[in-house]
């Protein structure tokens, strides 16, 4: 048993949403002006389009999120 989420469904919503927000404004604050890759730089899976056109980005959700993590 553990008392990580003693908080309830709403604290843990609450972070989610926090986390979501981090993740955009980062993704936002690295954003280039350069087109999108259609391919993920890191393993070569293609980048889905709504990723795509939301961000320019160079890397698919996960490589970015590993490589994000791996810058801290
Ligand atoms: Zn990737």
Redesign the pocket.
């Known amino acids: 048993m553990s008392s990580a989420w003693a908080g309830g469904t709403d604290a843990i919503i609450e972070r989610m949403d926090k986390m979501t927000a981090l993740y955009i404004e980062e993704a936002r604050k690295s954003i280039y002006t350069g087109e999108s890759a259609v391919n993920?730089e890191?393993?070569g899976?293609p980048i889905p389009e709504q990723r795509r056109k939301a961000i320019a980005c160079k890397?698919?959700l996960?490589?970015q999120a590993a490589l994000e993590s791996k810058s801290r």
């Open positions: 993920c890191e393993c899976e890397y698919c996960p490589c």
